[in-house]
């Protein structure tokens, strides 16, 4: 029997797709709001991204209410109605066993401010070779065309 070791590697293109297939029906099952939780109700949550298991068993869903507010009660709401959402994806999404669902908060908006943060440094956009005074959103100047436009009128 072959050994499937995948130990460095990243996620098999069936765990990708199991896993956005359950992030489009979670997200469809809490859109709607057929949940009876009075805090789901009232809160609009997105799933950006869900994560299986090798197995295929375990969903981590990782999920974010709009506006990033009320993020504990949210997944703890969440993880009260796990088996109620559980029933409702299996009915959206066709599989031999419906995955048992796991609740995070998604932390990937953080880390892009964070890293966004670190690119607008002075010390990270002079080893890059910019600027600091210059603002992050305007385009890069053309420095060295300039000069060499220069160099061309004076020739």
Do not use: W
């Amino acid at each position: 029997m072959k050994t499937n070791d995948r130990s460095g590697s990243g996620p098999s293109q069936r765990m990708l797709r199991v896993g956005e297939l359950v992030r489009h029906a979670l997200a469809d099952v809490l859109q709607r709001g057929d949940h009876v939780d009075p805090v789901l109700s009232g809160v609009l949550v997105t799933v950006p991204e869900v994560r299986m298991s090798p197995d295929l068993k375990i969903a981590t869903c990782y999920v974010m209410p709009l506006g990033g507010k009320d993020v504990t009660p949210v997944l703890k709401a969440l993880a009260a109605n796990q088996k109620m959402l559980r029933t409702e994806v299996g009915r959206r999404v066709e599989l031999k066993s419906v995955p048992s669902l796991r609740f995070l908060k998604d932390t990937s908006f953080d880390e892009g401010a964070r890293i966004d943060a670190l690119l607008r440094k002075p010390e990270v956009a002079r080893d890059l070779g910019k600027d600091p005074a210059h603002d992050a959103d305007a385009p890069p100047s053309d420095d060295a065309h300039t000069a060499d436009a220069h160099k061309d009128e004076q020739a």
